[in-house]
């Protein structure tokens, strides 16, 4: 793309939307080179088979998200949020249409392929937080850096950062059972965003918080997106939170509006 705009320097604030300057005469000449999306949705639809027949939770989606940008996903209880984040994520499959991460369709990949993409990319945030029980707040924020074979002092020591970063310093030996829902939440974001991940997805991250907590997930998260360019995907309530993302994606019964 080419713009051109008087004695004004275009600049681009993200790295993976570079942009070329150069003045002539007054003019500044910008070449945007198009980054490709890091998630593509292409007439997503998601039916599942209940006793009474079959459930369309989603139908036609699509729409992309670019790196760095901020999405809210919006909608009344029981609109599919939880569902469509699921498939962008890759922990489950639509039923028709295509979902790409890293221009890569989730579709054509087993169940290993689509687990080292999201490894390799991904953080999540589930609604239920989703801690293993038998592990602790240190170790279950460990767990994504062990998995990918970091050392063991090093993930010790990010670990313990990132939890002293949503204010749980105190609690790294805790077990998810002796935290509350608000702490436990905590935890889990500490899990999702310590191997700073290229996309971030968290359902309803300030769903149990009060608002001193809600609001230090919300700093932190959109720290992320500015400091490290993570791009971040996120179911919401919160008005506030959706406010703050760059773009807004509404459902209603399943369809985007
Ligand atoms: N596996 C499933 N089987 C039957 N119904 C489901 C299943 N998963 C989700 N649903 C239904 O699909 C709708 C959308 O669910 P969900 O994506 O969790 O909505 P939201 O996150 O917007 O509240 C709800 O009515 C829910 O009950
Ligand atoms: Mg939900």
Redesign the pocket.
Known sequence: MLCASKGVLVTSKMEANPTTNCLIEGFTLSIVHESPPVLQARHVG?T???SDGP?A??QDINFSITAGESVAIV????????????LLAGLDLPTSGTVDMMQQDLGQLDEDGRAKLRGQYVGFVF?SFQLVPHLNALENVMLPLEIRGDALSTSRASASSCLAKVGLSERLTHYPKTLSGGEQQRVALARAFVSEPSILFA?EPTGSLDETSGARVIELLFQLNRENGSTLVL?THDPQLAKRCSRQLT?QG?RLV
């Open positions: 998601k599942v088979q209940t459930l939770i989603l909608g009344a209880s029981g609109s599919g949020k939880s569902t469509l984040l699921g609604q359902d179911v459902l399943g």
